[in-house]
């Protein structure tokens, strides 16, 4: 089974260019996340989407920061314009959870992760 | 914002000896769970603990939750060199509908053979 598939795996751009971030997530999975990672630290969740919704997006700076899944499958991030405080690790994530559908477990499956660099 | 705090924030180990890592947490949770994350394969999920469980075995890990404290604990039995990795335990918060993870800070494990 294909896992979380992430790309581009590393980008490197200009201060104030734009830049996107692919996320294809595990087959069947309703829940897609989408988390920075700083150097030493943890991740820190920027948006979670329940199918095509986004139910939890307090953490994303939506005046540069913008995110999509359409159908409830593929998600893009973008960041317009990007600043020199941006460069970090984007990780994508994807878990199976729903007290409907019986599923309770939130373990998630991470992709490797887009190394953004910003010069 | 991080709910969990990882302890030690790194721990250097002989191969062999085992490893204690904790994590102290701020809110009620569903359930807990600990990942590792190297270079080489990115975050992956070890083991999870629910609320209402005290204790969870998978293979050399053994975690311990204590509510009643907010914490939790992951220990790895007779390290390995390929243990070698950051550890981080991520909560599933009451409030959020349970499916929102929280990371902590992370513990750095070195395993020197």
């Known amino acids: 089974e294909a896992g979380v598939v992430q790309s581009p795996r590393y980008k490197i751009i200009e201060k104030k260019q734009p830049v996107a971030f692919w996320c294809n997530p595990i087959s069947g999975h309703n829940t897609l996340y989408w988390y920075r990672q700083n150097l030493g630290q943890g991740p820190e969740l920027l948006i979670r989407y329940e199918n095509e919704e986004a139910v939890d997006d307090s953490q994303l700076p939506k005046d540069r920061f913008s995110a999509e899944r359409l159908k409830g499958v593929d998600s893009t991030l973008k960041i317009q314009p990007a600043e020199l405080g941006d460069s970090a690790v984007y990780l994508c994530?994807?878990?199976?959870?729903?007290?409907?559908?019986?599923?309770?477990?939130?373990?998630?499956?991470f992709g490797q992760g887009t190394r953004l660099t910003v010069v | 914002s991080q709910q969990g705090e990882e302890d030690p924030q790194a721990l250097s180990i002989q191969e062999g000896e085992n490893a204690t890592m904790n994590c102290s947490y701020k809110t009620s949770i569903n359930n807990l769970q600990w990942y590792r994350q190297n270079s080489g394969r990115g975050l992956v999920h070890l083991i999870l603990i629910r609320s209402n469980e005290r204790e969870k075995h998978s293979g050399r890990l053994r975690v311990t939750l204590d509510t009643s404290k907010k914490s939790s604990s992951l220990l790895i039995t007779a390290s390995r060199a390929a243990d070698t990795a950051s550890y981080f335990c991520a909560t599933a918060r009451k409030g959020s509908g349970y499916s929102t993870l929280t990371f902590g800070k992370g513990t750095m494990l070195l395993v020197s053979p």
């Open positions: 994530a994807s878990s199976l959870w729903g007290e409907q559908l019986g599923a309770l477990n939130t373990e998630a499956f």
